[in-house]
């Protein structure tokens, strides 16, 4: 099972949010990185952020997911 990154965030609540809607959906998803995390690699300048993961087989449809899961907000 190869895991990719679908979407790269500032924190990890707003990983979180995607992640629970994702599931909901039947798409397994996973967030890697943490808010402690990223403070430290501030200071390192290799700040990757807060990254929500799916399996590769999944990341079409999680695409498409988020890009539903932005415009139910807009509407």
Do not use: H
């Not at 290799?46 to 993961?53: I, P």
Request: no cysteine; aromatic share 12%.
């Amino acid at each position: 099972m190869e895991l990719i990154t679908l979407k790269i965030f500032n924190t990890e609540i707003e990983a979180e949010m995607l992640k629970v809607y994702l599931e909901t959906n039947g798409i397994e998803a996973y967030v890697f990185g943490n808010i402690m995390a990223n403070t430290f690699n501030l200071f390192n300048n290799t700040n990757e952020g807060v990254q929500l993961k799916v399996v590769e087989n999944d990341f079409e449809k999680a695409s498409e997911l988020v890009v539903e899961f932005y415009n139910k907000d807009n509407q």
